[in-house]
């Protein structure tokens, strides 16, 4: 059969199914599962435990509203009760000139020319309709982007009552959800390696808020309090420019923040920032978010070369590179732009950003069988999303093929939309949202919904 597998009717052996979603449904507040308050979505995993999204949609099925979006951003829209939040950088003013970086093999750098209001907007979730638009500041940025970025594609993040946009050099800001801006905090100016632009989003656990601040300069983590924007700490990192985005996790009753690292992945003490531990094993150019559940977490990166991890959590204390609290490593097929799914008892990932997926059993890390060739999808820098026992991948020309998640992984539709997609989708209710380039779509089908029973042909 070659390298790759289609995917038409291929066994694999799940283990215990929901388990793991369960557990962290435990550890979160029922109101935030309900909708998708973050990168990532209620767990931190991409995975929506109450979705139910329609199976196929196009242009003409399926939509429920289309609204057109000021600017540009390929942040991830986030979702609370009847409000959609996304932010965006809109131009105004004169053209200016910008030289870009004078760096040898750098050709995919553009710089900005006209000066930029970094808004927050919020729609309606029933209809579609703005419902105001706030501009957090207004600045010419003092580098490009890399020329398939856009200066918001860090996701903004939620409590229900406030919304928390982070646009890096542009600073950390707290918006209600009346449109009115409560703080804001300047961090300083990002040195980004190659000029490619901003993109780590912030993390939110009780009244802390987390940002990652990796460059080419001195990088560190900093927790701010949500309800005044007062800094609680801020710890050095030894790191280069990376675009990873925190998540939190309980380990032995106590939450660490957990973030990516090219020479070390790390975790920290959500009270004070100490590092509690720390593990060496990825590649540069992080950008893929870490997963986690059952007290082990994961993480993977490419680029020159290629890691993937699992890590015990519980006792890690110290450099933990040689110990047994890795429990698997992968140094093959590993992903660089989309971020892990963990869904169940499987990991789903790209490798690199081409249409090739794996599924590890998150036990030992072997694949369950693969890796699979996706047909009908391109290169991909959203990240999977999981609902209703399906898995859902989004391509750069605006393709999204569903597959079934279960003992049987087959392919239930493949959709289309008139506009290349960049930003990861959000999964509510019977809804999924999906940014185009211009505009963002919620996808909602009429009535009680069928699943096919049947794999389709072979491609």
């Not at 939110?204 to 309800?227: C, M, P």
């Not at 490593?329 to 992903?335: F, N, S």
Request: hydrophobic content about 35%.
């Amino acid at each position: 059969m070659g390298k790759y597998r289609t995917i038409v009717s291929i066994a694999a052996v799940l283990g215990a199914m929901f388990l793991s979603v369960e557990s962290l449904i435990a550890e979160t507040s029922d109101e935030s599962v309900k909708y998708w308050p973050k990168w990532r979505g209620p767990l931190s995993t991409g995975v929506a435990p109450k979705g139910d999204p329609p199976i196929e949609w196009s242009e003409n099925k399926n939509i429920r509203w289309k609204t057109a979006l000021p600017g540009s951003g390929h942040s991830t829209p986030i979702v609370w009760k009847d409000h959609v939040f996304v932010t965006a950088a809109i131009p105004y003013g004169k053209v200016q000139i910008q030289k870009g970086p004078e760096i040898e093999g750098v050709h995919d750098y553009e710089p900005v020319t006209r000066a930029l209001e970094f808004v927050v907007i919020a729609l309606n979730r029933p209809n579609g309709k703005i419902l105001w638009r706030k501009t957090v500041i207004k600045a010419l940025p003092h580098e490009g982007i890399h020329y398939t970025g856009t200066m918001a594609s860090n996701s903004a993040v939620t409590d229900g009552l406030n919304v928390y946009a982070f646009f890096g050099s542009r600073g950390l800001h707290c918006v209600s959800f009346r449109g009115e801006k409560k703080w804001s905090i300047d961090l300083g100016k990002m040195r980004i390696k190659h000029g490619h632009g901003e993109g780590s989003s912030p993390a939110l656990y009780g009244n802390t808020v987390i940002v990652n601040w990796d460059h080419e300069d001195q990088s560190f983590i900093a927790a701010f309090d949500k309800r005044t924007g007062k800094q609680l700490w801020k710890t050095k990192r030894q790191e280069v420019t990376s675009w990873a985005t925190p998540i939190v996790v309980k380990v032995d009753g106590k939450p660490q923040v957990i973030v990516n690292g090219t020479k070390r992945m790390r975790g920290y003490n959500l009270e004070n920032g100490k590092v509690i531990w720390r593990c060496a094993g990825l590649s540069a150019n992080i950008v893929a978010s870490p997963v986690s559940s059952d007290g082990v977490v994961y993480a993977g990166s490419s680029y020159v070369k290629q890691g993937m991890l699992a890590i015990r959590l519980s006792g890690s204390r110290g450099d933990i590179s040689s110990s047994d609290h890795v429990i698997w490593r992968r140094r093959r097929g590993t992903p660089y732009v989309p971020s892990l799914l963990l869904y169940d008892k499987s990991l789903y990932f790209l490798h690199h950003y081409q249409p090739v997926m794996s599924r590890l059993d998150v036990k030992t890390g072997q694949d369950t069988e693969g890796p699979y060739r996706l047909p009908g999808i391109r290169n991909v820098y959203a990240s999977p999303v999981g609902a209703a026992e399906r898995v859902y991948i989004t391509d750069r020309t605006g393709a999204t093929l569903v597959l079934k998640h279960d003992k049987e992984l087959k392919i239930l539709a493949l959709n289309r939309l008139a506009e290349p997609i960049n930003a990861s989708a959000a999964i509510v209710g019977r809804e999924m949202f999906l940014r185009g380039d211009q505009s963002l779509y919620c996808i909602s089908a009429p009535g009680e919904k069928k699943t096919p029973t049947t794999a389709p042909s072979k491609p």
